[in-house]
Each structure stands twice: as structure tokens, then as C-alpha cells.
């Protein structure tokens, strides 16, 4: 049989600060204006923020995208990259309500649908996607879903997924928050 | 000491003896022998080689010593000037019918055979040696066909090494390992097949036990090894039926070997199935029982070495159909993923390779091989439930593709185009049923669960084909005893999937959760009670029943479940949207 490979992102959520490097890396890579390919998420812990989540398209087993578009602008590869080519693309945008993660956008500037490609270019030529090059605490990373990404979350701590795609994003979740209160010198002294 | 008797077809099972030529006479199978001469007519061309004259003198020396043991003369050499034998076989103490003679024919004059012809009656067989690999004269050939006892041709033999087998012969009997050392000595084999190819090893042994050989799959299916053994196979298709009948109801399948008997037109016949093994189960050798006689235990150690070459065969076989299978597989993952950017008529000559035909439109299936006993399922019954689904579809007079794409069995049959949707939606159901019943019904502990995508009338819409089926699979699982999904049959829950699961728990908070809550407090089922009542599409008698309760009590608690909720179930809007409701709760 053959070995199935399929790519994804990987977020580590212990360290992920949102700091938006990745976002800002993805719309230098890729000349975007008005709207952006990666957004950065944060979840809240009821009252203050408990962590960030990087979100771009999550290069499903069964992308919906793919199912809807009328053009075949969309294509899996052998990799497992949904890969969107514009050429064909009539911005009829059935894809971006299809997609549960928003993850297709419009973009009136060219009239066509915009979504992260994981950066094929850039891997083609052996480096790494814009956006985990860009991670400056090594949060982004991407790996083979199918082989040893068994060990981590398929859901992001207090963001749920959407399971019926099979989205191929993988999180290590973060620890309970701790705190450590120092000591009060002063308190010594009196 | 009475000396010990041999079969002659021992002493032809010996690796270098396996290919004899039989020059005339018949070869009975119970021909014995207990005492072996060899003659070396004397060579008058003395430039022969000279270590070979020698030997030949030891083996004249060595056989007179043996004889004078007997305290017998037995082989006088006349004058050898003459070139002549006498032999007074009449002095020999032996049973009639007990000499071998070997003739070490270096000269192909006829009068040594003449000569023996006299004493047919006290020779059990001649064997005619021809080391040098020279022409028998036609002469010769022509007088050993008249002949009565059979007269065996060996090549690349010398006399010398006849005797040695026949003394190793004795000592393997003697300590009663004869049948293990001619199993397990296969080099000839292996030579013979490196050199000329399995078929010629193949007939060796057939033509040594005298009977047809056979290879099966596990499932007792004929392989065609060679090109002549794929016609045999035609011919006997409705031996084949009955014979595998046989061995389904037979008991004792785990032995190594079986004996099965069967009535092919009126007429009993015996199969002896061998087992082959390397790792896992490959298949079975198969040796039927001729007319020429019965099976015996040299006959079925003499098929044992060919075990080893049949399961090489077989393994490498099944290394090239993987190999093509993978190129099969990347192909289809790339037809199905709209990963090729080819024109259509490319996709389509480039199908014709593996003999499909894309240029009409194809209805998919998806197909999901569940088993209970292990997670992978063996390439032999992989193999097998591939072929049963091809067999299946065949009966509906269409051609099927079956292929295995991650684990999935992806189907797909061509289909006309102008035909009804809910006609071709109830024929595509129909067969995958058929599929199921027929895996299930062949083996017990595999259940084979179906998602069918929409038909479209083009190749290049078979990747949304495809997506739909995989989704009808997954969705599957949430509608208990379903297990032939359909994606048209989804319903609401194709809806439900292009929700984010933010909004749907929103959903399911908005019209459930007071009733969780009420269960948790005062320990009740109502949450239950209302998803078999929507189950069971709102009929109060097969609720009741299903849940065990008198129908009162089920009319009490949907009360209670409307006071709770502030719904009333009569209203269509508030139905609708609390079985939304419920079949979200259903799928997390």
C-alpha cells in the first residue's frame, strides 16, 4: 500500500505568546493587503487571556472546499497539501462558505479566493513554510500527521474543531497556568 | 544376510537421477532391485581420458569385491578383444527380477542391450549412463524401445557416482531417513529452475511422481504457474467447485496435509493438498491422483522439495503486483485528489494502462473493512474480498474497479448516463448491499460498512465523487444500523458538517441543556427517553416497547420533557429543532 503522507501544522501551545510573527511573516511572503491567510486566536480562560492559537488552513483529509468548488481550482497532493490554484478561479466564493475555518477568503482586489498553500513554493525548494521560519519561540512547526503525530491533541485547548473534515492540525496543549508569588521582604523585617 | 530391497523409483528421486529418460519398457512403480552391476565395455580407444579409465577400473575392482563377498563369480568378462559379456546370472543367489544393470555406454553398439534382453527375466531394469552427454545412436534407441524391462537413459551421470547412490540409498533406508533427505535435497531443483524456468522444473517432478501437480491461493483457487498449466486449469473449472466445497467443509484444515476425496463425473478422486508456508499462509500445492496409481509417501516428499521454488515464485509474483499496484494507487490518488493537470484524454489513455476505461462516467464507492480479530487484514484475503467484489458487480453486468487507497476499498463501476437518478441511486444501493452480504457471508468476522457519492457524468468530477462517499462513511457512524450510507440519505447532517462546532454547541446548549440539567438533578433519563422517541419516528406503541415502559409512563415523561424545554412536540418547528438538536448531541 502506499504510505500516505500527509502534512500539517503543528502548534505548540506552551509556548505560542501571539506575538503575531507568523502572521505578519505570511502576508510579507505573500504581498497580502487586505486580508490574511494566518490569524492568530486568542481563548480566554473566563475572565484574562490563557493562550494564543495560530490558525491558517488546516489542509483537511476531506476538504470541503474541494467537494464545492465548481472550477477544481482546489487539488490535494500527493503530500497532503490542499493546494488552491487561482488560474481557474471565478471568485464565486462557494468555497469560503463551505469551509468551516474560514479558511478560503475573498479578496476583492483580484476577484478571486485567496488560502494558504502552506507555502509549496518554499518547500518545494526545501525550506521551511514562511510562518514556522518566521516563529521566533519555535511554536509552528510542520509535520506527517500519518506518521508519529500520534502523541498529539487534535483539538487546541478551549477551541474546538470541527471533526468532519479531518483537519490536519495537530496541538501540544499548555500545563495548568502557574504562579509563584515571592516572599515579601519587608514582611521579614517587621 | 538377505540384501535389502530398493525401489527402483528411489533411486530415481535422488537429485541427480530426477531426470531420467525412459528409453522403452514401462516403469512399475513397485520395481525393486537388490544388487547393482556395472558394465564398462572395454574401451579400445586408449587415448580416453586417463583418470576416467582408472576410476572405472577401481569400480570394476570395487563391484568384484562386493560380489566376491557373495562368495559369487558373478560377471565373467570374456575375452575383452571381443567386446562381449556373459554373464551367468543364473549363479546369483537372487529372487528373479533383482539385477540392475547399468551400462556405461561410451560405444553405442547394440549387442550389450541383446545380450541383456536374454536374461529379462532376472533383470529388474537397465540403466544406460551417458556422462559424456553425447547422442544415443538411433540403432540403440530403436532396439531399447522393443525392449520389455524398462530401459532408463540417465545423463550427466557416470558410473561411479550411480554406485554411490545406491549405497547412500541403503544407508538413508537403513536409518529410516530416506524421505527427509529426498525433501529436503532441492539444489537440482533450483538449477533446473534458474536455468530453464519454473515450468521445466515443474514438469521434472511431475514427470518423477507420474502425477499432475497444482498450485492453489488460500482459498483453493487455481494460480497458472506456466502458460500449459493456465489451459489445465480451464479444463477443469468444475473440479475445482466441487474440490473447494470439499475443503471448506473439511475439519482438519490446520494440518500440513489433507487428503481430500472427490466424485468428478461419478468417479472418486483423490487430491493431496500440501501446505505453503513462509511467514504466513501462501497457498496450497495440490497433487491429484491419476489414473497411473496412488499417492505414496516418496511421491509426496519427493513434491516437498519443490516447495521452496513454488513460495520463491509466488513471493516475487507477489512483489511485482505490489509494485504495480502502488504505480495503480498513486494514479487513482491523484484522479481522486484533482491532482492531475493533464487533459482529460490524457487521464484517459494514461487509465487504459491498467485497464480501465475512464471515458465513461464511473458511480464510486467507498468501502471500509471492519474486523473484530486483527487490525490488518492479510493480502490474501484482501486479494480475495477484492475479487468477490469484482464478481459481485460482474452479476449486474457492470465492470468494476477496486482498488485500496488508504485503507479504504475505493469501487467504482461505469455507469450510463442518461438513466433516472432515484433508479440509479436504488441500483447503486442494491449492489453495495450485495457486496456487503456476499464479504460478510464468505467471512463471518468482517463487516464491510459503504458510503456511496453522487453520480456525475464526467471522469474529472469523480474527485468530488469521492470526497461525498467518504463523507457519507464517516457520517455513517451516527445513524446506528445503517452501514450502506448513501450521501443523498445524509439529510440534515450534510448541513451540520459545514457548521463550525462553536455555533452547533450554541445550538445544542440552547435546546438541551435545561433538560441535562434536570436529568443530572433528579437522576432521570429523559434525555434518552427523547432520542429512541425520535428513533423511532414518534410512535408511542414501539417507544414504550423499546424503552420497557408502559405506554403512559412515555406519554407522562414527554410531557414532562415539554414543561421542561417550554416546546410542544405537536408543533413541526419545535420537532425539528429539537431533533437538530438531539442529532448533535448524538455526533459529539
Redesign the interface.
Known amino acids: ?2 504510505v ?1 503522507k500527509q502534512l500539517g501544522f503543528l502548534m505548540n501551545l506552551k509556548r505560542c505568546i501571539g506575538c503575531k510573527g507568523c502572521e505578519m511573516a505570511c502576508q510579507n511572503e505573500h504581498r497580502l493587503q487586505e486580508h490574511r491567510r494566518r490569524k492568530i486566536i486568542d481563548f480566554c480562560d473566563q475572565t484574562q487571556v490563557a493562550g494564543f492559537v495560530s490558525m491558517a488552513c488546516n489542509h483537511c483529509a ?3 472546499c ?2 464545492v468548488c465548481p472550477n ?1 481550482c ?5 503530500d497532503g497539501i490542499v493546494y488552491h490554484d487561482p488560474i481557474n478561479c471565478i471568485g464565486c466564493k462557494s468555497c469560503v ?5 474560514g479558511a478560503p477568503k475573498y479578496s476583492s482586489l483580484t476577484g478571486k479566493v485567496d488560502k494558504c498553500n502552506m507555502c509549496v513554493d518554499r518547500q518545494d525548494k526545501g525550506y521551511k513554510p514562511a510562518c514556522v521560519s518566521a516563529c521566533i519561540v519555535e511554536a509552528l512547526q510542520v509535520i506527517d500527521i500519518n506518521n508519529g503525530a500520534a502523541d498529539y491533541s487534535r483539538s487546541a485547548a478551549g477551541v ?7 483537519p490536519s492540525a495537530r496541538f501540544i496543549l499548555p500545563d495548568k497556568p502557574q504562579q509563584y508569588w515571592v516572599k515579601n521582604i519587608d514582611d521579614n523585617i517587621e | 544376510m538377505e540384501r535389502q530391497r530398493l525401489l527402483l523409483r528411489e533411486l530415481l528421486l535422488i537429485d541427480n537421477c530426477l531426470e531420467y529418460q525412459l528409453l522403452g519398457g514401462k516403469l512399475a512403480k513397485d520395481q525393486t532391485f537388490t544388487e547393482l552391476i556395472i558394465y564398462c565395455p572395454y574401451r579400445q580407444d586408449q587415448s580416453q581420458d586417463q583418470s576416467q579409465d582408472q576410476s572405472q577400473e577401481q569400480l570394476q575392482e570395487q563391484s568384484e569385491v562386493q560380489l566376491q563377498e557373495q562368495s559369487q563369480e558373478v560377471l565373467r568378462l570374456s575375452e575383452r578383444a571381443n567386446k562381449q559379456i556373459i554373464i551367468d546370472i543364473q549363479l546369483l543367489a537372487l529372487d528373479k527380477g533383482q539385477l540392475l544393470v547399468a551400462i556405461d555406454l561410451t560405444d553405442d553398439s547394440c549387442e550389450h542391450i541383446e545380450l541383456l534382453m536374454q536374461y529379462s527375466d532376472n533383470i529388474a531394469a537397465i540403466i544406460v549412463l551417458k556422462a559424456d552427454g553425447s547422442y544415443l545412436s538411433k540403432e540403440f534407441a530403436e532396439r531399447a524401445m522393443e525392449s520389455s524391462i524398462p530401459v532408463i537413459l540417465l545423463e550427466k551421470v557416470t558410473s561411479i557416482q550411480l554406485n554411490s547412490y545406491v549405497e547412500l540409498l541403503r544407508s538413508l533406508k537403513k536409518a529410516n531417513q530416506l524421505l527427509t533427505y529426498i525433501a529436503s535435497t532441492n539444489s537440482y531443483l533450483f538449477i533446473a529452475m534458474n536455468k530453464y524456468g519454473i515450468s521445466h522444473a515443474w514438469s521434472i517432478i511431475e514427470q518423477a511422481i507420474q502425477q499432475q501437480l497444482f498450485v492453489f491461493n488460500h482459498h483453493l483457487e487455481p494460480i497458472p504457474i506456466s502458460d500449459a498449466m493456465g489451459e489445465q486449469i480451464l479444463d477443469k473449472q468444475e473440479e475445482w467447485q466441487l474440490l473447494r466445497n470439499e475443503f471448506r467443509n473439511s475439519k482438519n484444515i490446520a494440518s500440513d496435509k489433507l487428503v481430500l476425496e472427490i466424485d468428478v463425473s461419478h468417479a472418486k478422486k483423490r487430491w493431496i493438498i500440501l501446505k505453503l508456508e513462509a511467514d504466513s499462509l501462501l497457498g496450497y500445492l495440490g497433487i491429484s491422483e491419476q489414473v497411473y496409481g496412488t499417492v505414496d509417501e516418496l511421491d509426496i516428499a519427493n513434491v516437498k522439495r519443490i516447495i521452496p521454488i513454488v513460495i520463491a515464485e509466488m513471493i516475487k509474483r507477489r512483489e511485482v503486483m505490489e509494485t504495480k499496484r502502488q504505480y495503480k494507487q498513486i494514479f487513482l490518488y491523484d484522479l481522486l485528489h484533482n491532482n492531475i493537470e493533464e487533459a482529460p484524454d490524457v487521464i484517459i489513455s494514461q487509465a487504459r494502462l491498467w485497464g480501465w476505461d475512464l471515458a465513461k462516467p464511473h458511480q464510486l464507492f467507498l468501502l471500509e473493512l471492519r474486523n473484530n480479530r486483527i487490525a490488518k487484514l492479510p493480502y490474501e484475503e484482501m486479494e480475495h474480498i477484492r475479487q468477490l467484489i469484482k464478481n459481485t458487480i460482474a452479476g449486474y453486468f457492470k465492470t468494476a474497479i477496486v482498488e485500496e487507497l488508504h485503507g479504504q476499498l475505493v469501487v467504482m463501476y461505469s455507469d450510463e448516463i442518461d438513466q433516472d437518478r432515484k433508479q440509479r441511486k436504488k441500483t447503486a444501493k442494491d449492489i453495495a448491499a450485495k457486496i456487503q452480504h456476499n464479504i460478510h457471508e464468505q467471512i463471518q468476522e468482517i463487516e464491510a460498512i459503504i458510503g456511496i457519492g453522487r453520480f456525475y457524468p464526467t471522469t474529472e468530477q469523480l474527485c468530488r465523487c469521492y470526497q461525498e462517499a467518504k463523507t457519507a462513511l464517516d457520517l455513517s457512524k451516527y445513524s446506528p444500523g445503517v452501514s450502506v450510507m448513501h450521501f443523498e440519505d445524509l439529510g440534515v447532517m450534510r448541513l451540520l458538517t459545514s457548521i463550525r462546532d462553536e455555533q452547533l454547541d450554541d445550538f445544542l446548549k440552547e435546546y438541551l441543556q435545561d433538560l441535562m440539567r434536570f436529568d443530572n438533578a433528579n437522576n432521570t433519563d429523559l434525555l434518552n427517553t427523547l432520542q429512541v422517541y425520535f428513533a423511532e419516528n414518534g410512535n408511542f406503541k414501539t417507544t414504550a416497547t423499546k424503552l420497557f415502559v408502559h405506554t403512559n409512563t412515555l406519554r407522562y415523561r414527554l410531557k414532562k420533557i415539554e414543561e421542561i424545554l417550554v416546546v410542544d412536540l405537536q408543533k413541526p418547528e419545535d420537532f425539528v429543532n429539537l431533533y437538530v438538536a438531539m442529532l448533535i448531541y448524538s455526533i459529539k
Open positions: 500500500m502506499v500516505a476531506n476538504p470541503a474541494m467537494t477544481k482546489f487539488k490535494k497532493r500527493r462558505g463551505a469551509c468551516p475555518f474546538k474543531i470541527v471533526q468532519f473534515t479531518d
